[in-house]
T-cell receptor, first 111, second 114 residues
Framework: DVKVTQSSRYLVKRTGEKVFLECVQD?????MFWYRQDPGLGLRLIYF???????EKGDIPEGYSVSREKKERFSLILESASTNQTSMYLC??????????FGSGTRLTVV | GQQLNQSPQSMFIQEGEDVSMNCTSS?????WLWYKQDPGEGPVLLIA?????ELTSNGRLTAQFGITRKDSFLNISASIPSDVGIYFC??????????????FGTGTRLTIIP
């Protein structure tokens, strides 16, 4: 089975800190995604990547950046964390056909 | 971006009851997907629908692709405790650069009352 691993389940960071959320997949998938999940809003796409060093903005990219230096790893970066970025962050990967596989999520709290 | 609205936002039911939820979109989708998220986990795909009018089952779950291609429905029969979680609809579409991305609905939280 495909495994998508997010490095932290829970994170607490201070306002203004630079935050890195890491995601690794083990099935050589081309496409990887970062979503944030908030009650009543569902999952909203932040950024996605369809190849190494390639990225595309999702629906809510403001305040975030991403890095994909290797195929298996897709990092989400909060350049200067703010309290409105407190959320659950979900990483996903998929091959060319349908079948998104999600990680277990990172619950980030910015204080 | 595109938005998918799910109804109801939450449901409180007793074990054994049937459940119905729906998802509507302002635009047409060619595929509808239904995911379930267990507490503390990421969403997992339950059912995929590829054709307008299609009715597909997965055990006690049945999903339908609406004729207008702007909606979809999920039914759960004879609910059991492990059905608890959040159910999301989702639809894939192309980005401005032609890359496929998945838009999710707002979610329906299912709770089973003892």
């Amino acid at each position: 089975d495909v495994k998508v691993t997010q490095s932290s389940r829970y994170l607490v960071k201070r306002t203004g800190e630079k935050v890195f959320l890491e995601c690794v997949q083990d099935m050589d998938h081309e496409n990887m995604f970062w979503y944030r999940q908030d009650p009543g809003l569902g999952l909203r796409l932040i950024y996605f990547s369809y190849d190494v060093k390639m990225k595309e903005k999702g629906d809510i990219p403001e305040g975030y950046s991403v890095s994909r230096e290797k195929k298996e790893r897709f990092s989400l970066i909060l350049e200067s964390a703010s309290t409105n970025q407190t959320s659950m962050y979900l990483c996903a990967s998929k091959p060319d056909n349908y079948g998104y596989t999600f990680g277990s999520g990172t619950r980030l709290t910015v204080v | 971006g595109q938005q998918l609205n799910q109804s109801p936002q939450s449901m409180f039911i007793q074990e054994g009851e049937d459940v119905s939820m729906n998802c509507t979109s302002s635009s047409i989708f060619n595929t509808w997907l239904w995911y379930k998220q267990d507490p503390g986990e990421g969403p997992v795909l339950l059912i995929a629908l590829y054709k307008a009018g299609e009715l597909t089952s997965n055990g006690r779950l049945t999903a339908q692709f609406g004729i207008t291609r702007k909606d979809s429905f999920l039914n759960i029969s004879a609910s059991i405790p492990s059905d608890v979680g959040i159910y999301f609809c989702a639809g894939p579409h192309s980005s401005n650069f032609g890359n496929e991305k998945l838009t999710f609905g707002t979610g329906t939280r299912l709770t089973i009352i003892p």
